[in-house]
């Protein structure tokens, strides 16, 4: 039977489409990338359109297209990010040979924290703070990507999830995690930070241990 031009063409417009669309993805997802990598080497002030253009190899049409602000692509790299370090959170995981569970879990996510993609990450919250456009795309951005956060942070936990102060422990240790990155940055005393993480364990363990009545609101 003889095809009908007609049915050809109804036949190759979505092939040519999906196409399309997976090539601007493609220069979409190369964009973001280089984006990330600029940012981790350069902070925020270093990470302008221009370097990225010519890390990433697209013309300035191409990037503002896809970005049209500076604060959208600075936000798009939080995905970026969060993948790199649930990537390091998983190595140092892999890597822990401490049979302790929570000496574990919480010493994992300090050293995960120290790692250049997640101060990144917290250097785009402190710029976020006086630059409205950028605090409302890192919104959006963040509450996507916190699902996969938040299953990373409750397997390093999954031992101790019966225990009645297993959620209070395991979001303390990621406030505390963030502060002490950041005073990383300035203050670089590995025995200071030590005995920090060695006191927050002691008292961990006791809201652990806390009758579950004790943890209600």
């Not at 399309?20 to 925020?44: F, K, P, S, Y």
């Not at 221009?50 to 896809?66: I, K, M, N, P, Y």
């Not at 939080?78 to 892999?94: D, M, P, Q």
């Not at 025995?191 to 364990?201: A, P, V, Y």
Request: glycine content about 6%.
């Amino acid at each position: 039977m003889e095809v009908e031009p007609a049915d050809l063409r109804t036949d190759e417009k979505p092939r040519g489409f999906s196409k399309r669309r997976e090539q601007r993805e493609a220069t979409r997802a190369r964009i973001v990338h280089a984006a990330v990598d600029v940012l981790i080497e350069r902070g925020v002030a270093g990470t302008t359109t221009l370097e990225v253009q010519a890390r990433s190899g697209v013309g300035r049409g191409t990037l503002l297209h896809h970005f049209p602000t500076h604060a959208d692509l600075l936000s798009a790299t939080v995905g970026g990010l969060v993948s790199r370090n649930e990537a390091i959170v998983k190595h140092e995981a892999a890597a822990a040979t401490r049979a302790d569970s929570l000496t574990n879990a919480i010493t994992v996510l300090a050293n995960a924290a120290s790692s250049p993609s997640y101060l990144a990450e917290l250097e785009l919250w402190t710029v976020a703070r006086a630059d409205r456009h950028l605090h409302a795309a890192l919104l959006t951005q963040e509450r996507a990507a916190r699902f996969e956060s938040d299953r990373v942070v409750a397997a390093l936990f999954a031992p101790l999830a019966d225990r009645p102060g297993c959620k209070d422990v395991a979001a303390l240790t990621l406030e505390l995690v963030r502060g002490m990155a950041l005073s990383g940055v300035l203050r670089r005393d590995a025995t200071h930070r030590d005995d920090l993480l060695r006191g927050w364990i002691d008292a961990a363990r006791l809201i652990l241990d806390r009758p579950e009545q004790e943890n209600a609101p």
